[in-house]
């Protein structure tokens, strides 16, 4: 329990690093052209914009994932408003859904350097040098996302701002769930592709210095 509200104390001082605000920069501004392309449902929405609020999650933390979903959110409502008001609860649930993926993926990534001893054997394992725990936690995380974000809070604010009649909300709830379910099934391997991919990126080019 200790170490994890240290995540979040650590996740604080990313703010006073350069380097982590300007990363962070560019996935808010890739979240924002990824909300941008949308779908939009009468039940939901499908978008990719997750990605890069996982990115900054897994690299910065908590409390950096929390300011980056307001950030995300309110850059994302002046871009593409779509004659919807703008409503700052949804902002807070966005913020919500940043920490969950920085509670999550922060410092859990356990990467380590593959030595030439047991490259070979350790390159059929995992190509990344990330651990297994890593990738269990990514499906965490995004099941956390998909069950308190996506299928209960956003469903009982949509019918509570009438966006959702309430005669429909069981409808809605299953709705909901058959397409997180079937998005679920896409967005994992996705997931699972990409966050390494940066992460190890991240971790090469930067070196000693991220992990500081």
């Not at 996302?145 to 299928?151: A, E, G, K, M, V």
């Amino acid at each position: 329990m200790k170490s994890f509200f240290s995540s979040f104390r650590k996740s604080a001082n990313e703010f006073t690093n350069l380097r982590s605000l300007s990363i962070t920069g560019i996935f808010i501004a890739m979240s924002v052209v990824l909300e941008s392309v949308t779908i939009n449902t009468p039940y939901f929405k499908i978008s990719f914009a997750y990605l890069a609020a996982a990115c900054i999650g897994m690299l910065f933390g908590p409390t950096v994932g929390f300011a980056s979903g307001l950030i995300c959110d309110v850059l994302g409502f002046m871009v593409n408003p779509a004659g919807a008001p703008f409503l700052p609860i949804y902002t807070l649930v966005q913020g919500l859904s940043g920490l969950i993926y920085g509670a999550v993926l922060y410092h859990k990534t356990d990467y380590s350097l593959i030595s030439r001893k047991t490259e070979k054997l350790e390159s059929v394992k995992n190509k990344s040098g990330l651990s297994v725990q890593f990738f269990v936690r990514i499906v965490i995380a995004k099941l956390l996302n998909i069950t308190f974000i996506n299928i209960f809070i956003n469903t009982a604010l949509n019918m509570h701002y009438g966006f959702i009649p309430k005669q429909a909300y069981s409808a809605a709830i299953v709705a909901r769930v058959l397409k997180n379910l079937i998005q679920l099934a896409a967005d994992i391997p996705l997931m699972f592709v990409i966050l390494p991919t940066v992460f190890v990126i991240y971790k090469r080019t930067f070196g000693k210095k991220a992990a500081a």
